[in-house]
């Protein structure tokens, strides 16, 4: 089965200043269409997990442009260029690209402010 | 807007069954592929369930085969979860998610089941 491994577990960042995450994947998620398919939610603090990035680096709606997502193959990067408050939460990776065995996701990076 | 509630969670004695309901709204339902996913207390996400647009295709992860049942009413717009033989590990809250191109693009509230005697 895929694995996907997040680095780090715990993230504290100082308010302003930029915050990555990693995740590798145990296989390539280039998917046989040609598209890589690597998402990242946040998951604020009792709320559900909202998407930020998918297929590596495309942004949803309304997502401040202060998240970016880069990467290919088997290692991926989400970076926020500047954290602000309303950033803290868990972090997670997905990857949709290999079924079965069905949506797998990193184990969350859990970023606070110092 | 796309909106989707799940109900139906609860408290449940071990070896006990739930039935879990998600309703959708906000787009076109029979269209869209849609799953479950559950998070455990201070845990991460995890992937229960798939069903198909048309309910002709259903899987299922390793540790809930033989128990759970998933389903979908298109004519309702709902999507359900039947759940029997409870454990403790399947403590969680369970969202109702919609699939779109390999992806999760949408997450319901989540509803909270909790298994204990």
């Known amino acids: 089965d895929i694995v996907m491994t997040q680095s780090p577990l715990s993230l504290p960042v100082t308010l302003g200043q930029p915050a990555s995450i990693s995740c590798r994947s145990s296989q390539s998620l280039l998917h046989g269409n040609g598209d890589t398919f690597l998402s990242w939610f946040q998951q604020r603090p009792g709320q559900p997990p909202r998407r930020l990035v998918y297929q590596v680096s495309k942004r949803d709606s309304g997502v401040p442009d202060r998240f970016s997502g880069s990467g290919s193959g088997n290692d991926f990067t989400l970076k926020i260029s500047r954290v602000e408050a309303e950033d803290v939460g868990v972090y997670y990776c997905?990857?949709?690209?290999?079924?079965?065995?069905?949506?797998?996701f990193g184990q969350g990076t859990k970023l606070e402010i110092k | 807007e796309v909106q989707l509630v799940e109900s139906g969670g609860g408290l449940v004695q071990p070896g006990g069954s739930l039935r879990l309901s998600c309703a959708a709204s906000?787009?076109?339902?029979?269209?869209?592929?849609m799953h479950w996913v559950r998070q455990a207390p201070g845990k991460g996400l995890v992937w229960v369930s798939r069903i198909s647009h048309d309910a002709t295709s259903t899987m299922y992860a390793d540790f809930v085969k033989g128990r759970f049942t998933i389903s979908r009413d298109n004519a309702k717009d709902m999507v359900y979860l039947q759940m029997n033989s409870l454990t403790a590990d399947d403590t969680a809250v369970y969202y109702c998610?919609?699939?779109?191109?390999?992806?999760?693009?949408?997450w319901g509230q989540g509803t909270q089941v909790t298994v204990s005697s």
């Open positions: 906000g787009f076109t339902f029979s269209s869209y592929v």
């Open positions: 997905m990857q949709g690209t290999h079924w079965p065995p069905g949506f797998t």
């Open positions: 998610v919609r699939d779109f191109n390999h992806d999760v693009d949408h």
